[in-house]
């Protein structure tokens, strides 16, 4: 239940701050940067434009905008999905849980993705706001990880859920994983990427609620790796920038079908579209609207290397 929301939730907030943000330019500083080829040449496509630190300046207004739009997202996500769950419903006294049978822990990469929405919409909402770039990465991180708190303390009132200190800890990292990707150098040379197709219906036929981020039988959660940035100067000419590796992580039928504990984990090896090395974005909102792009994971060709081998020409679509 904590992962439908914060998911939906991560995702109405980015598109959100998304088209506020893409209003708002810093003239002076993009029009040096859009001048140059300094991002291709070091792969920089998420790093603000040199000196835009220094002309931003704090709005009350936007930042109360920003309120705003959190409080109407978070609202539109209870809509769609608490309404089907067991928060109208009588709960039980506060407890802990940690659910390492669920989904075969799935969901912790689940939490980690919601996480790296949020953490991506709320930056983008600060930063609109007129605050630094760093002090914006620093309080999505920490935004996330009090929205996760939130919600799980709720879900610790569940009959059938529980608090779940790994849950929040797996939403809070990613929700520090954009700051990670801006600071940290190895951090770009790989993606955490995540895709969706309804190949089976094990999850929809034991299911009360029937909200499709918990059917975790047909999602993958993938790393993809930018092979053109890792390569040697000299042989990068013979890779195409925008052609990465991906490795993927999902779970079968009998995880629903057998009960928890059961069923088999999947892994996967495809190839993978790095939309920054297609398109090269250099104008802010380009770079932000490719960014989060590539967050998902188009259909590929991908060889399933556990637990059989098998080839799929367009995977996750299964033919």
Request: proline residues 4%; hydrophobic residues 40%; glycine residues 8%.
């Amino acid at each position: 239940m904590f992962v439908n929301l914060s998911r939906i939730f991560g995702t109405l907030l980015v598109v959100t701050t998304l088209v506020c943000a893409s209003v708002d330019t810093v003239d002076s500083a993009e029009q040096v940067a859009s001048e140059k080829n300094w991002r291709d040449l070091s792969f920089d496509y998420r790093s603000e434009d040199p000196g835009s630190d220094s002309v931003q300046d704090f709005s009350a207004l936007r930042f109360a905008g920003v309120a705003s739009l959190t409080a109407g997202a978070f609202g539109v996500a209870y809509l769609f999905v608490f309404e089907k769950g067991w928060w109208d419903e009588q709960g039980s006294e506060f407890h802990f849980e940690n659910d390492f049978d669920y989904a075969l822990n799935l969901d912790k990469a689940g939490h980690f993705f919601s996480g790296i929405l949020l953490g991506e919409g709320f930056y983008q909402g600060y930063h609109w706001a007129g605050i630094s770039e760093f002090q914006s990465y620093l309080l999505a991180g920490v935004s996330t990880s009090l929205t996760h708190v939130a919600i799980d303390v709720k879900d610790g009132f569940s009959p059938e859920w529980g608090f779940s200190i790994f849950d929040v800890m797996s939403g809070t990292l990613g929700g520090f994983y954009p700051m990670a990707k801006r600071y940290v150098p190895v951090f770009n040379y790989f993606d955490i990427k995540w895709s969706y197709w309804k190949n089976s219906d094990a999850y929809y036929k034991q299911s009360d609620t029937d909200v499709f981020t918990d059917d975790y039988v047909n999602e993958t959660f993938w790393l993809s790796l930018k092979v053109h940035r890792m390569l040697p100067r000299a042989a990068r000419p013979y890779w195409p920038g925008w052609l990465a590796i991906a490795g993927g992580w999902s779970i079968d039928d009998g995880v629903f079908v057998e009960g928890p504990g059961k069923g088999h984990h999947e892994f996967y090896i495809a190839l993978d579209y790095d939309f920054e090395g297609i398109f090269q974005p250099k104008e802010r909102w380009a770079r932000d609207l490719v960014r989060f792009l590539n967050y998902f994971k188009l259909p590929a060709p991908t060889i399933q290397v556990y637990p059989d081998v098998r080839f799929f020409l367009g995977y996750p679509i299964k033919f």
